[in-house]
């Protein structure tokens, strides 16, 4: 797919409510390979903000170096964009978000740029609790780099060029929720509209929205028996709900089914709507979410939908005590402090 | 008394006559962790009181307790500061290195030890004052917990009877050391009284140093480079700071974070106007304060040798996009291990090309207490107004010893943010291309993100962009791009910091030199001017260099650059800026790990000239 393909309805042409129509949000055309993962997780960013009227330029595309990180370019001509360095996104994005926090960013990665190079980051990323929505494009090999295997790369898979690998997966979910994270999603390429209502509660999430997103690699890496392969995405997923994430206003509006949804209301008085599928799951225990995540894998399944939420932990501006004001708006008298009080500050120094 | 202090009463009389006033260098031998801190303290602040120009430098192992550590204070009438290779006086604390120590006492030197310490047959040159440190302690009784801190302060109390240092000034510094908290002043003092009174009664002063009021210092302030630093920063209107722990940079942060909250915190909220984060490692330091620098806050990080060479891929990213941010690199010795926590100016030519591809990173080097509160503020004024990442190259003596100052001077201009667009301004331009060089001195504009306007947004990548920040790998983009930042570089010189340039009538011989060895340079300069020999000084305080540097060195005949590296990294630099005046410039490079000192710059300029220097 690429990113014009989920764009067939009529209703692109309709304005949102800021008057904005989906090619406000589109980006450059892709140069990524036909049928890339990577493409058809654009097409939903673009269809998730269109759809919840966030003014582009609010938003900044934050990447590193990869395929995956490539993939800012084609989203959000309007929105600033920073293609940064190899694994440092989440570095950058946390110096952004914390002097400006009227910022939305969102950050593409990699499983080579976040799971090997960039690991220490995203790990005190999530720690930190730095508001930002964190997509790891997940295709278990470095796709720029024509090939390896990365970090999340299944053991005993074999590649063309780089043989057989002899290592255990990192497995990015878990590594999220052992670091601390508040809100842990897996998805696969392949199911956009899940997708979509993930992107959509991520951004709404206050703090940061760890997305691990199977995407295959088309090239280098859509072999038969690789978990990280369409046909084993399609085959084995097992969604862990039908999720919806519900704006505010329509509260009212939602018919409710006792007994069958779960709703999880975030910060800013929107909720996540969880419709109970085959298991019995609740995303707000941080050990059933250990022990699902070991058990996928253990059983060779890819669980799919948000793994865990938890809004307790306050985002990084927020621990930081900064003013409401973005620290880029405050005055240069703000800023810099009398001259009286530097005369008297030096004193203690005599 | 014993026999040796008894043997030295014979010198005593003529010793009376030739008094030597407020000239020496004492230096205090203690083991690292014993908590002499405070009394050190307390001995540079009441000299400094008296009016009497010193310095203090702690000569550190890395190690947190057990290794031999030094404090030198040097307290000279003539205003020279400058580490001294020999001392004049030891306080013997450490039993480990005592003899070794009384080796760099001179003639006539003198030396105060704990009783029980036996004395070298070596030194019968030097006049030795036993003390019972045990046995005050034991008289006075102090809390068991502070017996190790409380056995500082008796060298504090009889070394100032004996040299004459004023005991109220000792209590004044003592009183600023506790911020007020009367009791900890009076355990101290109590010891302190005590051990002077015990000085006053059983020991005669055979020695020649005294110590007198002077009024030299008056007007001025003491501290460090980093705590200016910080101070400076936050006068610049600092918003974000992320680093790293690494000695000697550390203490700059560390200065941000204790001094913050009272400078600048919003006083209707209580909240903070500024971001502090200690990250994980350099790299994530520095990729914050470029993600920071590029939305629009005045960015800074600090660190040293090894942080900043984790930090060269985003330096040179920093350098391609054009993104403003400030990195304090506190110099010390490198690599890895062994001599970390001694001082070095070892990082010039690595800063000054960091980053791979094309670049030339700009460095503001402060040379005092003084340029390091002026860099401070100005390099974010230069870091915006050049959108360019800005290295303030410090070094351990200058970031972590105490040096005099005079008080800081204001900001005497505005705050210059730079060639900012804003939503009102993209209204009235029809186009807005980020690396476009509107202006012929070859800084575009930019925008920050969040700036509500449709015109606003761009996209930023490293090497490959046109002039619209669009992706390129168009040869003919790359080149107007390189071409357009190498104007810039140019444009840069013009806000740099023109160095001091000291001059001699009829001198046909020139200096260069940079940062903390500017008191040893100066002091040799002195000698070498009483041995007849006129020299021109020229002090860099940044490179790019300012025209005023090809000036001098083609004025003079031969110039020397000292430097405290062993390579003579500013030498190559300064051969690069005039090939054809290269033979004329001469090294003077070393770099043992302690401050530069007077008399290598003397030796080794007399060595090139003819002549010894007689220290
Ligand atoms: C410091 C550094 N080391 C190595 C590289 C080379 N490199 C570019 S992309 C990449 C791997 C990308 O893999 P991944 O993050 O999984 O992205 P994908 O291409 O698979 O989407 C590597 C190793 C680089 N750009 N920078
Ligand atoms: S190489 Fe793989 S990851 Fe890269 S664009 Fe092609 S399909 Fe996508
Ligand atoms: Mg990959």
Redesign the interface.
């Known amino acids: 797919m690429d990113n014009k393909a989920g764009d067939k309805q009529v209703k692109t042409k309709i304005p949102n409510e800021i008057g904005l129509i989906k090619a406000d949000y589109r980006g450059r055309p892709s140069t990524l390979c036909q049928g890339c993962g990577h493409n058809s997780i654009s097409s939903q960013i673009v269809a998730a903000l269109y759809e919840l009227s966030i003014p582009p330029e609010q938003i900044i595309k934050m990447s590193g170096i990869g395929c995956s990180s490539k993939s800012p370019t084609y989203i959000l001509s309007r929105s600033f964009g920073f293609n940064s360095l190899h694994g440092r996104m989440p570095t950058v994005t946390t110096g952004a978000v914390m002097v400006n926090h009227s910022l939305k960013a969102i950050g593409i990665s990699g499983d080579g740029d976040t799971a090997s190079i960039g690991f220490s980051h995203f790990k005190n990323v999530v720690r930190r609790n730095v508001p930002m929505v964190y997509i790891i494009e997940n295709n278990g090999v470095y796709g720029l780099t024509k090939g390896q295997f990365s970090a999340t790369a299944d053991k005993g898979l074999e590649l063309k060029d780089a043989g057989v690998n002899p290592f255990m997966p990192i497995d990015i979910c878990m590594e999220a929720l052992i670091s601390g994270a508040g809100f842990v999603a897996r998805s696969f390429a392949g199911d956009p509209h899940q997708v979509k209502e993930l992107l959509k509660a991520a951004i709404h999430f206050q703090g940061t929205a760890v997305l691990d997103i199977v995407s295959p690699c088309v090239t280098f890496d859509n072999r038969e028996g690789s978990s990280k392969s369409y046909r084993w995405g399609r085959s084995r997923k097992e969604p862990l709900h039908d999720i919806t994430w519900v704006p505010k206003r329509e509260e009212i509006q939602i018919e409710l089914e006792p007994g069958e949804a779960l709703d999880v209301d975030m910060h800013d008085g929107s909720q996540i709507r969880f419709r109970k599928l085959a298991h019995d799951y609740d995303p707000t225990d941080r050990m059933s979410a250990l022990k699902l995540l070991e058990d996928s894998r253990n059983r060779g399944v890819l669980i799919t939908g948000l793994v865990y939420i938890n809004e307790e932990t306050p985002p990084l501006d927020e621990t930081e005590n900064l003013v409401d004001l973005p620290l880029t708006q405050l005055s240069d008298d703000a800023l810099r402090p009398s001259k009286e009080t530097l005369d008297a500050f030096i004193e203690r120094y005599r | 008394m014993n026999i040796k202090a008894a043997e030295n009463e014979v010198q005593a009389t003529d010793a009376a006559q030739k008094k030597i006033v407020n000239d020496f260098s004492m230096v205090i031998a203690t083991v690292n962790g014993s908590g002499s801190q405070t009394a050190n303290l307390a001995l540079i602040r009441a000299l400094f009181?008296m009016g009497i120009p010193v310095s203090g430098k702690n000569l550190f192992p890395s190690n947190i307790k057990g290794m031999p550590t030094y404090f030198t204070v040097r307290a000279n009438k003539d205003g020279f500061t400058a580490r001294r290779e020999k001392m004049e006086i030891l306080i013997g604390m450490n039993p480990e290195t005592f003899d070794e120590d009384l080796k760099d006492l001179v003639e006539g030197g003198v030396c105060f030890y704990p009783d029980q310490f036996e004395v070298p047959e070596t030194r019968d040159d030097v006049v030795f004052y036993p003390v019972p440190v045990k046995q005050i302690i034991k008289e006075q009784n102090p809390p068991r917990t502070l017996v190790n801190y409380m056995r500082n302060m008796v060298y504090v109390g009889v070394v100032s009877e004996m040299l004459g240092i004023e005991i109220g000034e000792i209590r004044e510094a003592l009183e600023?050391h506790f911020k007020g908290r009367e009791k900890s002043v009076e355990l101290n003092m109590q010891i302190v009284d005590a051990s002077a009174l015990w000085a006053r009664e059983n020991l005669f002063k055979v020695d020649k140093y005294v110590v007198e009021r002077d009024n030299q210092t008056e007007g001025?302030?003491?501290?460090d480079g980093n705590t200016a630093g910080a101070?400076g920063t936050?006068?610049?209107?600092?918003?974000?700071i992320?680093w790293y722990p690494i000695t000697p940079g550390s203490s700059l942060a560390e200065a941000l974070q204790s001094?913050l909250p009272?400078?600048?915190k919003?006083e209707e909220?209580g909240?903070?106007?500024?971001?502090?984060?200690q990250?994980?490692?350099e790299?994530?330091?520095?990729?914050?304060?470029?993600?920071?620098?590029?939305?629009?806050?005045?960015?800074m990080t600090s660190t040293s040798g090894p942080g900043l060479a984790l930090m060269a891929?985003?330096s040179g990213?920093a350098y391609y996009t054009e993104i403003p941010i400030v990195i304090w690199d506190v110099q010390r010795m490198g690599p890895s291990t062994g001599l970390p926590t001694r001082t070095s100016q070892g990082d010039i030519l690595f800063t000054r090309f960091l980053g791979h591809g094309d670049t030339q990173q700009i460095m503001l080097i402060p040379g005092n207490i003084e340029e390091c509160f002026e860099f401070g503020?100005r390099s974010f004024d230069i870091a915006e107004r050049l959108q360019a990442p800005i290295f303030v190259l410090s070094d351990l003596d200058l970031g972590m010893n105490l040096w005099m100052?005079k008080?800081?001077d204001?900001?005497d201009q505005?705050?210059d943010r730079g060639k900012v667009l804003t939503a009102e301004d993209l209204e009235k331009i029809e186009e807005f291309a980020r690396y476009r060089d509107v202006d012929g001195d070859g800084i575009p504009y930019r925008t920050?993100?969040?700036?509500?306007?449709?015109k606003?947004?761009?996209?930023?990548?490293?090497s490959g962009h046109d002039e619209k920040a669009f992706?390129s790998e168009r040869p003919e983009d790359y080149v107007a791009n390189l071409k357009r930042l190498a104007l810039k570089y140019e444009t840069a010189r013009e806000y740099m910091p023109k160095p001091v340039i000291e001059e001699t009538e009829g001198a046909t011989v020139g200096l260069i030199a940079y940062g903390s060895v500017d008191p040893a340079v100066k002091e040799a300069l002195s000698r070498l001017a009483t041995e007849g020999m006129k020299i021109d000084y020229l002090r860099l305080r940044a490179v790019p260099f300012t025209n005023d540097v090809q000036e001098f060195i083609r004025k003079h005949d031969r110039v020397y650059v000292v430097e405290m590296n062993t390579n003579g990294q500013m030498h190559m630099l300064l051969r690069l800026e005039v090939p054809d005046q290269a033979t004329k410039l001469i090294s003077l490079a070393h770099n043992d790990g302690l401050p530069m000192s007077a008399h290598w710059v003397t030796q080794a300029v007399l060595e090139l000239e003819g002549g010894n220097d007689g220290q």
């Open positions: 009181r600023t001025m302030i003491m501290l101070l936050i006068f610049g209107g600092i918003s974000f992320a001094h009272r400078l600048r919003d909220t909240k903070q106007t500024y971001a502090i984060i990250a994980e490692d790299l994530a330091a520095i990729g914050m304060i470029v993600g920071a620098g590029w939305a629009g806050a005045r960015a891929e985003f990213l503020w100052s008080p800081f204001y900001p505005p705050m920050l993100p969040g700036t509500d306007h449709p606003a947004a761009y996209f930023l990548r490293g992706y």
